[in-house]
């Protein structure tokens, strides 16, 4: 006799797979709600205004991969300034790692994309479909005219939201200006409307369906947080001890005599979340660390005239009785690393110095003589005006006694951005060559601007010294 497989596998998809379930965060106020919406503010503020500033006749914050130019508020980088970003990133990871090990996920409770547009999209929807409360009951209701109305009233507004970020985002990589004539005439190319399209559409899915499911199963940093936590990092924890047992009660009630603790199991702080967890079975990777739990907490212990802090940052240390230590070594050696590199890439980019010269040496011989005996190298130059203005260089070298430099006559002229390539000789005496590699200096210097000059070593090669 066979067995019905089919249930047994349909059992098993239903252990595996819990269908997703909407969450419905309530409205929360408090010192960290607003601390979110500051960063809020803040963050969409400068990335919706910033493309719209103007310096020096250019976008002040523009990606031109075109014409290989970046600027930054008044600096101009190239592909060649690449290192660059490679220390940005790095100082970006070890800040990571350095705010994490200190007080937990504040990356994403407060400043990740994905938690600020999220805060916007869902102020939308209570503006639209109203409370908490309301918008289960609208989403339970059977489709009416006016729930069709609400729910396309706030999908409009998300879509229009979402289009603009599409729009914000390519205007930092094509003049946001030119974009939105382009847009306006109908005259976008493909490569400007695939990126809006795109954008718009993973802000307006991520944000408005997906938000907690984004955080939970697709972003890494939630699986490994716990690899960065230790017993001292700060977390938003609920205390135990204090808070059970949990009940129910009137205010005038004195739990003590009822042997309960001061949680009233009103399960705001469960309401509140983004992720739709319970704070008080412990610290979970689906946790944000945006305290929203924490600051609807101590609305309620005020109301009911008890201390605050039943949910708070804190850390794991301290819930055991024992002593915190915040300043502990790996907090020390990122804190070391971080100041050192951003230190580092200050003064870098502050006594950076638009101009490159590169030197190839011809590989065809290392030498030849002259019909005069004169020993000779041939080097090719290539000089790189990373600057925004064009420049007249003049170019010299020195290192070996009487050494003759050959050159083409009269300044040269490099247009901004501009690789101009030139073919120089060196010849030097033999007698004056003590060995067979000789070194010799390069100096390249704008004649109109002082400061603006490279020095750049080669080596000539001469014959074997006897």
Known sequence: MKKNTSNSATDNSEEFYEKHKKVYPRK????????RTSGVFL????????????????????FDLPARKFYIFGLTFWPQDFFYLAALLIIAALSLFFFTALAGRLWCGYACPQTVWTEVFLWIERKVEGSRNQQI???????????????????????????????????????????????????????????????????????????EQVCIYMCPYARFQSAMFDKDTLIISYDEKRGESRGARKKSVDPKKEGLGDCIDCTLCVQVCPTGID?????????????????????????????????RYTTQNRIDGKETHLLRPRIVIYASLL???????????????????????DRNSLYRETVDGLVEN????????MDTKEHSYQLRADGLEDM?????????????????????????DPVNLKNTSSNINFYLKATDQDNLSVIEKARFIGPLTK
């Not at 914000?168 to 490569?191: C, E």
């Not at 079975?281 to 802090?309: F, N, S, T, W």
């Not at 041939?378 to 005006?385: F, G, H, S, V």
Request: with cysteine.
């Open 28 to 35: 929360v106020t408090g010192l960290f709600a607003s601390l």
């Open 43 to 62: 963050l969409l503020g400068g990335y919706y205004f910033i493309p719209w500033l103007r310096w020096d006749s250019h976008q002040a914050v523009l």
């Open 137 to 211: 009951k609208l989403d339970n209701a059977a489709m009416s005219s006016h729930k069709l109305y609400l729910k396309g009233i706030k999908h409009f507004l998300w879509f229009v939201l979402s289009a603009w970020t599409g729009f914000t985002f390519v205007g930092y990589f094509t003049p946001i200006i030119d974009l939105g004539q382009a847009l306006l005439q109908f005259s976008l190319g493909p490569w400007e409307t695939f990126w809006i399209v795109f954008y718009g559409f993973a802000t307006y899915g991520n944000a408005g369906w997906m938000r």
């Open 279 to 311: 704070i008080r079975d412990g610290l979970q990777y689906q946790c944000i660390g945006c305290a929203a739990c924490a600051d609807v907490c101590d609305d309620v212990m005020e109301k009911m005239g008890y201390e605050k802090g039943l949910v």
């Open 339 to 361: 100041i050192l590199i951003s230190m580092t890439l200050i003064y870098s980019i502050a006594t950076r110095i638009p101009l490159e010269l590169d030197i190839v040496r």
């Open 378 to 385: 041939i080097y090719t130059l290539k000089l790189i005006n």
């Open 404 to 428: 003759i430099f050959i050159q083409p006559k009269g300044d040269i002229k490099v247009k901004s951005g501009e690789i101009y390539t030139v073919a120089v000789r060196i010849q030097v």
